[in-house]
């Protein structure tokens, strides 16, 4: 793979990030809820998905569930592994001078440690985890808006709103994304996101990995860096294999 000269880059852009199913290789909250949880934890998700309640209120209903010590959610998450490609992805952007946020409607717990233990000293943006005695959490929402479309428990659109540069590039894989995805100039997708933007029609194209990732969007900053070339415009392209 041929890598861009940073030089040659006049675009700067904000890359938001999701983690689980994304840097992460799974969902982790659902690792944890299947490890610690009481049973009731999957009629919980099943409203979730059939619609009846927000991400939100999901997710509290489920995190009251959970039954570990300190000591084991540490060494749970100690086991959770992340996409060999990432710290790549990462010092890619980082020469090229682009911002990178990780936005996780997950556990800020989990995401700070995984990110610690890469060596990736990254802003994160999640929900937060609150240990409140013996084996019994809570879950708060510093990041919640009412206003949100899906009722999630981290609104990911506002970051998009507060960012520095344009364009924006969103890189995620499921409903959580769905929102923050249409306010992207490019959407590196992978599974429920891929369907989605399809649907409704976003730039975006599909993923396999952060390698791969980090190819596609080297690209498209190369093509988008030429005089009298459009974010909409390069996505287009891209999707369509043109380059």
Same mark, same amino acid.
């Given at each position: 793979?041929?890598?861009?000269?940073?030089?040659?880059?006049?675009?700067?852009?904000?890359?938001?990030?999701?983690?689980?199913?994304?840097?992460?290789?799974?969902?982790?909250?659902?690792?944890?809820?299947?490890?610690?949880?009481?049973?009731?934890?999957?009629?919980?998700?099943?409203?979730?998905?059939?619609?009846?309640?927000?991400?939100?209120?999901?997710?509290? /209903?489920?995190?009251?569930?959970? /039954?570990?010590?300190?000591?084991?959610?540490?060494? +749970?998450?100690?086991?959770?592994?992340?996409?060999?490609?990432?710290?790549? +992805?990462?010092?890619?952007?980082?020469?090229?001078?682009?911002?990178?946020?990780?936005?996780?409607?997950?556990?800020?717990?989990?995401?700070?440690?995984?990110?610690?233990?890469?060596?990736?000293?990254?802003?994160?943006?999640?929900?937060?985890?609150?240990?409140?005695?013996?084996?019994?959490?809570?879950?708060?929402?510093?990041?919640? /808006?009412?206003?949100?479309?899906?009722?999630?428990?981290?609104?990911?659109?506002?970051?998009?709103?507060?960012?520095?540069?344009?364009?924006?590039?969103?890189?995620?894989?499921?409903?959580?994304?769905?929102?923050?995805?249409?306010?992207?100039?490019?959407?590196?997708?992978?599974?429920?996101?891929?369907?989605?933007?399809?649907?409704?029609?976003?730039?975006?194209?599909?993923?396999?990995?952060?390698?791969?990732?980090?190819?596609?969007?080297?690209?498209?900053?190369?093509?988008?860096?030429?005089?009298? /070339?459009?974010?909409?415009?390069?996505?287009?392209?891209?999707?369509?294999?043109?380059?």
């Amino acid at each position: 793979m041929s890598w861009i000269n940073v030089s040659s880059t006049r675009v700067k852009c904000h890359v938001f990030v999701d983690f689980d199913g994304t840097i992460a290789t799974t969902d982790t909250t659902d690792q944890l809820l299947e490890r610690f949880a009481l049973a009731e934890w999957q009629a919980i998700e099943a409203d979730w998905k059939a619609g009846r309640i927000g991400s939100r209120e999901c997710m509290v /209903r489920q995190i009251d569930l959970v /039954r570990a010590t300190p000591e084991a959610m540490d060494a +749970f998450v100690a086991e959770i592994a992340i996409d060999p490609g990432f710290p790549r +992805f990462v010092e890619v952007c980082r020469k090229l001078g682009h911002d990178l946020t990780v936005v996780s409607d997950g556990l800020d717990r989990t995401v700070a440690a995984v990110l610690q233990r890469s060596g990736l000293d990254l802003p994160y943006r999640a929900n937060r985890l609150e240990w409140t005695g013996d084996d019994r959490w809570r879950l708060t929402f510093p990041h919640a /808006r009412s206003d949100c479309a899906s009722l999630s428990g981290n609104c990911k659109c506002q970051f998009a709103e507060q960012a520095r540069y344009t364009p924006r590039v969103v890189v995620g894989d499921g409903r959580s994304d769905f929102c923050i995805a249409a306010r992207a100039d490019l959407v590196l997708s992978k599974s429920a996101l891929t369907e989605h933007c399809a649907t409704e029609a976003l730039p975006h194209v599909a993923f396999a990995d952060f390698d791969h990732a980090t190819g596609i969007l080297q690209g498209w900053l190369a093509a988008l860096s030429r005089p009298g /070339r459009h974010a909409a415009d390069i996505s287009r392209r891209s999707i369509n294999g043109n380059g």
